[in-house]
């Protein structure tokens, strides 16, 4: 039996660190799915600032793209949320604008 004191856990500040190191490769992926939603967009002449994708669909691209767990992408999404370098607005994750961005 496994016992809570055989498992080694990282020192919280580790945590950080790996889930910061994750910012600028889990932006560029956002980047190129809004890019394909702007696209979509245009083609319906409609307002590029609406592009979006919900949480899951950008947790879903984090895992199938860089082979990391569901938790782990979800520790990303929501630290990018608590740092402000993603906007959400209920379920839906749109870019943040070039003049608010941290």
Do not use: C
Not at 31 to 47: H, Q, S
């Amino acid at each position: 039996m496994i016992t809570n004191k055989a498992i080694q856990q990282k020192p919280a500040h580790k945590q950080v660190q790996w889930t910061q190191s994750w910012y600028e490769p889990a932006l560029r992926s956002l980047e190129v799915f809004l890019e394909v939603r702007k696209a979509n967009l245009r083609k319906i002449n409609r307002d590029e600032k609406n592009a979006a994708i919900t949480r899951n669909e950008f947790i879903e691209a984090l895992v199938n793209e860089h082979r990391i767990s569901v938790y782990q992408a979800a520790e990303i999404v929501a630290s990018l949320r608590r740092a402000n370098r993603i906007l959400m607005h209920g379920s839906f994750i749109y870019e943040m604008p070039k003049g608010d961005a941290v």
